[in-house]
């Protein structure tokens, strides 16, 4: 019981400080929002996502999308239940793709927008 009261403890604190740490950087133009892994390009997907609440929620998002061929970076703000995908020029996730992926991570898609 212990153990398990402490990786709780550790948990929240670890989602605590990621969700405080994104929002000290919090940025609306997406020319200067920082990357979670990758880097940044002109073509753009930004989705609005539901049900990521911790550091372990973003990971996770993170590895599936950079695993992809197709993406070149990422970024995944917690605080906004936004994730901001670069893709590399000339390419295309249609979205049903993307609702997938997020729905088989077990997270719910309210929106998609495109930009290159």
Known sequence: MKILLTLISLLILASTTYATNSHAE?????DDVGLSSGEMTKNIISVDVNGMVCDF???SIEKVFMK??????INVN???QKVII???EAVNIEDAVIDTIFE???YSVEKITRKS
């Open 68 to 73: 992809r061929e197709e993406v070149k970076g």
């Open 104 to 106: 088989d991570a077990g």
């Open 86 to 88: 670069y893709l590399q």
């Open 78 to 80: 917690l605080e906004n």
């Open 26 to 30: 919090e940025v609306h133009n997406h």
């Open 57 to 59: 929620c973003a990971q």
